[in-house]
C-alpha cells in the first residue's frame, strides 16, 4: 500500500501570507499510460466532508479560487495558497489514487495568526 | 447538483452491527461508482471499499473486508455500508462519496455530509 505523509502537521499563517503543505508518497503515482499525477489534494472545513481542491497534482477543480495551487511529480507534491484568506482555515489533505487501496496524507491545520 | 444525503448518526453497543445509508440524487446513479471512507478522532481519512452502482461488484480494503459489505438498491438510489463486529475503535464519522470519472475512480469528487458512528458500553 502507498503510504502518503504530509508536513507539518499544522501551519498558522497572517492573512495575505502564504501557506505551503507538503506531501510525499511511498511510492511513486506518476502513472506510467498517461504521464499523469494521481495525485490529489481536499480542503475540509470544520465540520464539514472533505471538497476536492486540485486532482492531478496541479488541476483546479472548478470554481476554486486561483490563489490554491499544486505542484510536483513522483512521490514529492505541495499545496501552495499565495495569499491566505479567513476563509481558508481549514485542515488540508493529500491523497493517492493511482493504485488501490487510494490513501491519504494526515492532514495539515491550517490557521490565521 | 449531486446530492448525497446519509441516515442519522448511530450509538451502537460492541459487537453490534451498522447500516449507514446514502441516497444519491442529481446524476445518473448506476454510471459512477460509490466509495466509502471513515474519519476516526484525530485520525486520517481510511478508505473502506467500493461499488460499481452498475452491476454490484465491490471492493473492499483488506482491514475492513471481514465486517464491512457494501451494497446499492438501483430502484431507490441509494447505497449502503452495513459493519459488523463493532468495537470502540469503530467510533467514526463515516462518508458516502462518489467518483470523478472512471479514468479516475478513485478521486472523490462529491461527498455526503457524514454519519457518526458512535460504539460505546
Known amino acids: 500500500d502507498i503510504v502518503m505523509t504530509q508536513s507539518p502537521d499544522s501551519l498558522v499563517v497572517s492573512l495575505g501570507e502564504r501557506a505551503t503543505i507538503n506531501c510525499k508518497s511511498s511510492q511513486s503515482v506518476l502513472h506510467s499510460s498517461n504521464n499523469k499525477n494521481y495525485l490529489a489534494w481536499y480542503q475540509q472545513r470544520p465540520g464539514q466532508p472533505p471538497k476536492v481542491l486540485i486532482y492531478?497534482?496541479?488541476i483546479r477543480e472548478s470554481g476554486v479560487p486561483d490563489r490554491f495551487s499544486g505542484s510536483g511529480s513522483g512521490t514529492d507534491f505541495t499545496l501552495n495558497i499565495s495569499s491566505l484568506q479567513a476563509e481558508d482555515v481549514a485542515v488540508y489533505h493529500c491523497q493517492q489514487y493511482n493504485t488501490s487501496p487510494p490513501s491519504f496524507g494526515g492532514g495539515t491545520k491550517v490557521e490565521i495568526k | 447538483q449531486v446530492l448525497l444525503v446519509q441516515s442519522g448518526a448511530e450509538v451502537k453497543k460492541p459487537g453490534a452491527s451498522v447500516t449507514v445509508s446514502c441516497k444519491a440524487s442529481g446524476y445518473s446513479f448506476t454510471s459512477y461508482a460509490m466509495h466509502w471512507v471513515r474519519q476516526a478522532p484525530g485520525q486520517r481519512l481510511e478508505w473502506m471499499g467500493w461499488i460499481d452502482t452498475g452491476n454490484g461488484n465491490t471492493e473492499y480494503s483488506e482491514k475492513f473486508q471481514d465486517r464491512v459489505t457494501i451494497t446499492r438498491d438501483t430502484s431507490a438510489t441509494t447505497v449502503s455500508m452495513e459493519m459488523s463486529s463493532l468495537r470502540s475503535e469503530d467510533t467514526a464519522v463515516y462518508y458516502c462519496a462518489r467518483m470523478a470519472t472512471w479514468t479516475q475512480l478513485w478521486l472523490l469528487a462529491h461527498w455526503g455530509q457524514g454519519t457518526l458512528v458512535t460504539v460505546s458500553s
Open positions: 492531478w497534482a496541479s
